[in-house]
């Protein structure tokens, strides 16, 4: 009986994983693919003419026999070459050039979250998800964005400018809730990140139609009674400079 329940849970599960816009929501969409038209081993890639010259660039600060240890940056250059996001065929590339298995590469880019395996939008906004941030509200934060822009996590608006998802503590936890914006609109190869702390669901829908409009909204703080990561209404402490020690020469002590 439960042998039998066990099996039609798995092909439950198998066909909704094999659905076309089957949702990647939950954390399964860090660590599984699915081939696609234009994400499948199949389709041909290889670093550009500039490329290559940079990717011998890269291997030449390491020795001979550990081309793998420049598996991040090239997963980077192929990042950026690839348009803000790595396909399958990019990462096979990359184990051709460092000369591993596939499996190796995968590892690595499945647990970096500033590796994208999916299509991103010109802007990313990747939500903090940790636990200062959790307590300050950054799940209302993040269905605030979903709502606003009609898109779940990980998928892409229609006009192929917005999508958001979740990163882990990106140091900012004083300043929580915050998110960070991966902003491609200058192209893969002149991306920033930019943080934007203190938020509320109302700023955070502000910045995104800013964002639609061309403008850059200032990053940092969002709380106009801050400064940088100081207390509202400035410090209570530390107000002058620090006395020094009462003797400096040890020996005189």
Request: overall charge neutral; aromatic content about 8%; proline content about 7%.
């Amino acid at each position: 009986m439960l042998r039998r329940l066990a099996a039609q849970r798995f092909i439950e599960l198998r066909q909704a994983f094999r659905q076309p816009h089957a949702s990647r929501s939950l954390s399964t969409a860090l660590n599984y693919h699915l081939d696609s038209p234009d994400n499948n081993p199949d389709l041909p890639w290889e670093f550009s003419e500039k490329n290559k010259e940079k990717a011998k660039e890269i291997l030449s600060h390491y020795p001979s026999n550990y081309k793998q240890s420049a598996v991040i940056p090239l997963l980077d250059l192929a990042q950026q070459q690839h348009g803000g996001w790595l396909s399958v065929s990019a990462m096979n590339h990359v184990a051709k050039v460092i000369e591993v298995p596939p499996i190796r590469v995968y590892e690595v880019a499945t647990f970096y979250s500033m590796f994208n395996r999916t299509k991103v939008g010109k802007y990313q906004l990747l939500v903090c998800g940790t636990t200062p941030c959790m307590i300050r509200g950054s799940r209302d934060i993040e269905s605030a964005l979903l709502s606003h822009l009609g898109v779940k996590r990980n998928e892409v608006t229609k006009d192929g400018l917005f999508s958001v998802g979740e990163m882990e503590c990106m140091g900012s936890c004083v300043n929580a809730p915050m998110i960070t914006v991966a902003d491609y609109s200058n192209g893969s190869e002149g991306y920033t990140y930019n943080y934007y702390e203190d938020i509320t669901p109302k700023r955070v829908v502000e910045i995104v139609e800013a964002l639609r409009r061309g403008e850059k909204p200032p990053r940092g703080t969002q709380n106009a009674a801050r400064t940088n990561s100081g207390p509202e209404g400035g410090n209570t402490t530390l107000l002058g400079e620090p006395k020094p020690p009462p003797c400096r020469d040890l020996d005189a002590c």
